[in-house]
């Protein structure tokens, strides 16, 4: 993809502003930009693995609750 990260989770589709909520994200994502391409690469690889954890989590205890 040719956006950067900051771009990605500055604006939703129609390209409006993200809620304000979110800007301790977006103030975090803004300093990634500063790190090298092995600190992001380190950086995006937790958070795939922490995002994979709790889709596991989720779908396990999905199917244990089907099962019971």
């Avoid at 990260?5 to 604006?11: C, G, I, L, R, S």
């Avoid at 803004?30 to 989590?57: G, V």
């Amino acid at each position: 993809m040719e956006i950067n990260v900051v771009e990605f989770f500055e604006a939703d589709k129609d390209g409006t502003e993200v809620n304000s909520v979110n800007e301790p994200l977006l103030q975090k994502v803004r300093l990634l930009e500063e790190l090298d391409e092995t600190q992001k690469k380190s950086i995006c690889n937790m958070i795939d693995t922490a995002i994979a954890n709790k889709r596991l989590k989720e779908a396990l205890s999905n199917a244990m609750n089907i099962t019971i």
